[in-house]
């Protein structure tokens, strides 16, 4: 390429923070691609003689400028620096830090969301306390009656899945009616499945129940479908209420629904203690306490949104491409979920058929495990939030990923060490907190060993699938826990048909515990796999660059 006779006059706008104000410290690892370069003005005065011409080019390849002032545009993305910082909520995770410092941070991005994980299972422990104390036979109900109704919620977790991504999409864009268009068709679906649900539990109920535990468990099935009906009128409030939490997750606030679910376990203990204990209503007053707290947590949610200028009370149709989007974000998800959901009604389903009072222990012992196992989820959320950039952002770095899986690893090992250790003591030093049954306390010391090895490996699971969704690898996750589910669920028959009892149903569990680990972290350190392959992004990396 020639020039000839060129004169130019530029003046450039470099908008960074560091450089217009010199006071603020830079910090290296607040860095981003997205910093904002725009030439404001160019005076150009030249002829450009080429050797390739555009089609609406000059003749002989000559392109003449006129002499004005263009208002050129290079690059203009609206988030600067600081801007970074402020969405992120100053939640960046030390990238050349120690060891300690990266724990440190996870710890305090994951330490608010506790709350949101065992207000759910705490509200059924608290159910499984206050009615043990006084009737086994209704203790063994809440068994099923909390499968059918909790079991059944995580099926709707495709909701809070898509509900996450496309507001925090809709936010990325900073587009305000497109947030308040994704939430309100969301929380369309959401009491469209709420309406669905609560018919279903009405007219097949009973039904349900009664091919769960069998039909010879009359005295359980009647206890267990008292307590499905009543928590069966909160189905459309619960999952709108999900809906609305989900929206307040998508924009990084989780001190809303961590309060509106602390006052919701409240109002259930406050409930249960009045209405079991003093009146006298047994089961039933614990399914009224549940349901109302969960009719108070939904209000809040949707409250908190209120609060952040969205009208969490516009419900509006999605499309039917918008409905299909809505389920393609959360397909494999969902099976993975499935599986899971179903493994673990299973494991109440063998413990039904040995009776009441294994029944009753099993119910004990699944509620603790669970309460004790969701401190293991905010790691998962944890490694969704900060994988993603590191894993097909601009600032690629599958090393840096890697040690931060190492990281939330080894919070996961801890976690379970402690939580196990915690969940084991209080059945074997202090049993008759949950029931004054000799027996029932006889069953549950019986499953302390498979109860404290599947307590430690379950967050450690939880990091290494929350990797995975990172690096969107559903499908095999998808596949895998389906698979492993399988094989397991074949394991506890043949565990329960040789007599072992409770304790087949506990070592079943671990042995899809450790399996599922096994897989999960044989994909993540293969050399071919995501935390290793240098071509696994190149298509992606490719889009992203500009001139």
């Known amino acids: 390429m020639n020039l000839q006779s060129t004169t130019h006059n530029f003046h450039f706008n470099f908008r960074c923070p560091y450089v217009q104000n010199p006071n603020k410290n830079f910090n290296p690892k607040l860095t981003s691609p997205n910093t904002d370069l725009r030439i404001t003005s160019c005076r150009i005065n030249h002829r450009i003689i080429t050797n390739c011409s555009p089609p609406n080019s000059g003749t002989n390849g000559v392109t003449q400028i006129p002499s004005n002032e263009v208002e050129v545009s290079v690059l203009e993305k609206r988030q600067t620096l600081e801007e970074v910082s402020e969405n992120n909520g100053g939640e960046e995770l030390t990238e050349n830090g120690s060891l300690w410092d990266q724990v440190t941070e996870i710890v305090k991005f994951s330490g608010p969301a506790v709350g949101l994980w065992i207000c759910g299972p705490l509200m059924s422990l608290i ?70 649900m609560l018919f279903f539990t009405k007219c097949y109920g009973r039904w349900a129940l009664t091919a769960f535990t069998g039909a010879k468990n009359t005295e359980i099935i009647t206890a267990a479908n008292t307590y499905v009906q009543i928590r069966g009128l909160v189905w459309p409030a619960w999952l709108v209420g999900w809906v609305a939490q989900s929206a307040s997750l998508g924009m990084k606030d989780s001190w809303g629904p961590v309060k509106a679910l602390a006052v919701a376990s409240a109002i259930n203990g406050i409930g249960d203690i009045v209405l079991c204990r003093f009146l006298g209503f047994g089961i039933a007053g614990a399914a009224w306490a549940t349901m109302v707290s969960q009719v108070v947590a939904a209000y809040m949610m949707i409250e908190a949104l209120n609060k952040k200028g969205y009208n969490g009370f516009a419900i509006s149709i999605p499309s039917r491409n918008e409905f299909l989007q809505i389920f393609t974000l959360a397909a494999p998800a969902f099976v993975a979920i499935l599986s899971k959901i179903v493994f673990y ?203």
């Not at 890697?402 to 996961?412: A, H, N, P, Q, Y």
């Not at 307590?455 to 939880?462: E, M, R, T, V």
Request: hydrophobic share 50%; aromatic share 10%; glycine share 8%.
């Open 127 to 196: 159910d499984t306390a206050v009615v043990g104390q006084g009737s086994s036979a209704e203790l063994a109900a809440l068994g099923p009656g909390t499968v059918f109704c909790d079991y059944t919620s995580y099926l709707f977790m495709f909701l809070s899945i898509a509900t996450s991504n496309l507001v925090a999409t809709s936010l990325a864009r900073q587009d305000k009616s497109e947030v308040q268009h994704q939430i309100s068709i969301l929380l369309f679906v959401g009491l469209a499945c709420g309406f669905f």
């Open 345 to 547: 009604a299973l494991l109440v389903y063998f413990a039904t058929a040995m009776g009441t009072k294994v029944v009753a222990a099993h119910q004990v012992m699944i509620q603790l495990y669970c309460i004790c196992a969701v401190w293991g989820e905010p790691l998962s959320q944890t490694a969704q939030s900060f994988m993603p950039e590191l894993i097909y952002g601009a600032n690629r770095s599958l090393s840096k990923v890697r040690e931060l899986l190492k990281s939330l690893v080894i919070i996961g090992a801890l976690s379970g060490f402690i939580l196990g250790s915690i969940g084991t003591l209080l059945p074997w030093l202090f049993p008759k907190i949950f029931s004054s049954d000799p027996e029932v306390i006889h069953e549950m010391q019986k499953v302390l060993i498979p109860f404290f090895i599947a307590l430690c490996a379950a967050p450690p699971i939880n990091c290494l699938e929350g990797t995975l969704m990172a690096g969107r690898d559903l499908k095999f996750l998808s596949i895998s826990m389906s698979g492993i589910a399988c094989l397991c669920t074949l394991l506890l028959l043949g565990l329960t048909r040789s007599g072992y009892g409770l304790s087949g149903c506990w070592f079943g569990l671990v042995a899809f515990q450790l399996s599922l680990f096994t897989v999960l972290l044989r994909r993540l350190t293969v050399r071919d796999g995501i935390l290793y392959s240098q071509d696994s992004t190149q298509i992606q990396l490719g889009k992203m660059k500009t001139v």
